[in-house]
C-alpha cells in the first residue's frame, strides 16, 4: 500500500523528470540553432563576398564564436547520455567484470576535470572579458558569447558527476544481489 509520502516523492520525481526533459530539448535546439546558423550565415557570407566583393563585416566574429557554442553544447549534449568519445585504452586490458568500476572512475575523472576548466573558464569571464567592456558585435560585449564556456564545463561536470553515481548505484546493487 502506498503511502502519501510515496505519491508525494512520485509526483516530485515526475515534475523534475519533466523539467529535466523541457531543459535538455531547449539544450537540443539551442545546439541545432547555432548549426543551422553558422551553415547559413557561411553561405550568405560567401555568396555575397564572391557576388558584392564583401561580406557581412560581423560575420567571421560570430562563426568563430557559433563554433566554440557548437563545440561545448554538442560536449554537453554528448555527456547527457554517455555517448560522448572515450578512449579504451585500459579496458583492453582488464577483464569485463570490472569494466564498470572502471566506468565510474573515468566519469569520475571526467566530471573533475570539467568541474576544473568550469572554473577556469569563470575565471576568464569574470575576472578578464566582464570588466574589459570589449565589443563583440552589435553592442553585445564579449563576456555574453564566452559565458557559454563556464556554463557548459559545469553542465558536463554535472552530468558526468551523475553518470559517476549511476555507475556505483549499479556496482552496489550487483554486490546486493550476491
Not at 516530485?12 to 543551422?36: G, P, Q, Y
Not at 570589449?134 to 552530468?159: C, D, E, K, N, Y
Request: a positive charge.
Amino acid at each position: 500500500m502506498e503511502t502519501q509520502i510515496d505519491k508525494e516523492q512520485q509526483i516530485n520525481t515526475s515534475h523534475t523528470n519533466k523539467i529535466i526533459r523541457c531543459l535538455n530539448r531547449l539544450e537540443d535546439a539551442l545546439l541545432v540553432t547555432c548549426l543551422l546558423t553558422m551553415i547559413v550565415l557561411s553561405f550568405i557570407n560567401i555568396v555575397m563576398r564572391n557576388t558584392t566583393g564583401g561580406g557581412i563585416a560581423w560575420a567571421d566574429k560570430l562563426l568563430i564564436n557559433l563554433v566554440l557554442w557548437v563545440g561545448i553544447l554538442g560536449g554537453a549534449v554528448a555527456s547527457k547520455d554517455n555517448n560522448h568519445i572515450t578512449i579504451d585504452v585500459v579496458s583492453n586490458f582488464i577483464p569485463v567484470r570490472y569494466h564498470k568500476y572502471l566506468n565510474a572512475i573515468t566519469n569520475c575523472f571526467a566530471a573533475f576535470i570539467c568541474a576544473v576548466l568550469a572554473y577556469e573558464a569563470y575565471n576568464l569571464v569574470a575576472q578578464i572579458e566582464y570588466p574589459a567592456h570589449q565589443v563583440f558585435i552589435l553592442h553585445i560585449q564579449t563576456w555574453i558569447p564566452m559565458a557559454i564556456m563556464p556554463f557548459g564545463l559545469a553542465l558536463m561536470s554535472f552530468r558526468f558527476a551523475r553518470l559517476m553515481i549511476l555507475d556505483i548505484i549499479k556496482i552496489i546493487k550487483k554486490r546486493e544481489e550476491i
